[in-house]
């Protein structure tokens, strides 16, 4: 899972990070809302472990701005003292999944993480579509004008994210870090990548989906 921890406490922060990294999971954090919120919108998560008492754009709003915002279908777990009803009911209001009350071990909050990704993954739409393109995520299957089309692991990775974040621009860090993760050093075979799969999108049609934004990165949308 692609996981987002916004915690203000930066030991609990850091070393929930640590645990969920070395239980194989990709993670970002930030100490504070609004850091946490600009990285939920620019980048993608399955998952946000967001603390209630956040400084400067606390969980609820955080919650609030995703749910109105954001067309993102990641899962939100809070974590905080959640001392009555009406709070955990705001919460909820507000988009939030589930709740783990402090002090909690980090296993749970891994634990309760997968598994609200688990039902929201079984109840949502499992096929991204631009345009005319498709990618089914359960049986990897792609295709446009339905036309099946061939794709290696690598670009099927690069594609469901381009998808999800279409038509924003996707910039070339984000990219790299979205498919080799820490090892995200890898520039050349980051554009031989992008250029298979250009030329396997766009080459035997019409009207070109994958551009270059010069300067920022990449995005994938109908030419306007």
């Not at 954001?70 to 507000?94: A, C, H, N, V, Y």
């Amino acid at each position: 899972m692609r996981i987002l921890v916004i915690e203000r406490h930066r030991k609990f922060n850091d070393d929930l990070v640590d645990f969920l990294y070395n239980n194989g999971h990709h993670v970002e954090n930030a100490y504070d809302g609004l850091t946490g919120l600009n990285l939920a919108v620019t980048m993608q998560f399955d998952a946000i472990v967001v603390g209630t008492k956040a400084p400067r754009m606390d969980g609820y709003q955080i919650c609030h701005s995703l749910r109105q915002y954001s067309k993102s279908q990641l899962s939100i777990i809070m974590i905080g003292d959640f001392e009555s009803l009406p709070e955990r009911l705001t919460g909820f209001e507000m988009g939030v999944d589930d709740f783990i009350t402090m002090p909690c071990a980090f296993s749970e909050v891994l634990a309760r993480t997968q598994a609200v990704v688990s039902r929201r993954t079984r109840r949502g739409n499992r096929v991204l579509r631009v345009e005319d393109l498709s990618f089914d995520l359960d049986t990897f299957e792609v295709t446009r004008e339905q036309i099946l089309l061939r794709l290696n692991l690598t670009c099927l990775k690069l594609l469901e994210l381009f998808m999800r974040r279409s038509p924003a621009v996707v910039s070339r860090n984000e990219l790299r870090k979205a498919v080799w993760g820490r090892d995200a050093h890898r520039g050349d075979s980051l554009r031989s990548n992008i250029h298979l799969l250009r030329t396997v999108l766009d080459r035997d049609f019409d009207s070109p989906l994958l551009h270059t934004v010069h300067g920022r990165g990449y995005k994938l949308a109908a030419v306007e």
